[in-house]
């Protein structure tokens, strides 16, 4: 099937917002989306954007059952480590379900790979969730490692009232 892999543009984000709720459901979590194609335009196309994401685009006469082009995307952005250097983070990664199987998976992710060898990425990371083992199993085709398994590391987040606290209890300047 004929797609081709893109820069996502302003115009894309109420498509990609459309996916983010779509990944959510698929990962059993849609109420913790809180985030409006408004928001994702401002924080991906401003002067110094949060994220940068790719689409997976079909022609008109390939598009999806409710008339969709736009058909999966990547979301990502830059990290650093202080062992190995600029690392890029894929935040988001989706197909939509009628349109796996066919290479859109493979073409957002190497293009992710390219865009990160790029601007000297030497890692490319992520998170899984545990149960989801057909596309924990895509990443290790594709020769990545699980970290858990192998270093034993957790992810972990402060958000809501902890992270209020912990700002709170900055030192002054
Ligand atoms: C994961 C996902 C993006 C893959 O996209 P896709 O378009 O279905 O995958 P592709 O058709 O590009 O497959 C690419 C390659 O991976 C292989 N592959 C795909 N699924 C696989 C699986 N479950 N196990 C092993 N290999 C797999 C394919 O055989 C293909 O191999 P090849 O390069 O040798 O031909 C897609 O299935 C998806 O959106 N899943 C649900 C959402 C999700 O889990 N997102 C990630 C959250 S972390």
């Known amino acids: 099937m004929h797609f081709k892999v893109r820069a996502a543009t302003k115009e894309d984000c109420k498509e990609i917002s459309r996916m983010i709720l779509e990944l959510a459901v698929f990962e059993k979590m849609p109420d913790q989306v809180k985030i409006s194609h408004e928001e994702l335009e401002r924080d991906g196309f401003c002067q110094n954007p949060f994220f940068e994401c790719l689409v997976a685009e079909v022609p008109e ?25 600029p ?66 590391w957790h992810f972990i987040r402060f958000d809501g009232q902890n992270l209020d606290n912990l700002a709170n209890e900055a030192p002054k300047d």
């Open 61 to 85: 006469e390939n598009t999806s059952k409710d008339g969709f082009t736009v058909v999966g995307y990547a979301l990502y952005f830059y990290t650093y480590s202080t062992w190995k250097g």
């Open 87 to 152: 690392t890029v983070f894929l935040e988001d990664i989706y197909v939509m379900p009628e349109f796996r199987g066919n290479g859109f998976g493979k073409g957002l992710l190497c293009k992710v790979a390219k865009v990160g060898k790029e601007k000297r990425c030497v890692r490319l990371q992520l998170s899984v969730l545990d149960w989801n083992t057909p596309t924990r199993d895509f990443y290790a085709a594709k020769g990545a490692q699980d970290l858990t398994d192998s270093e034993g």
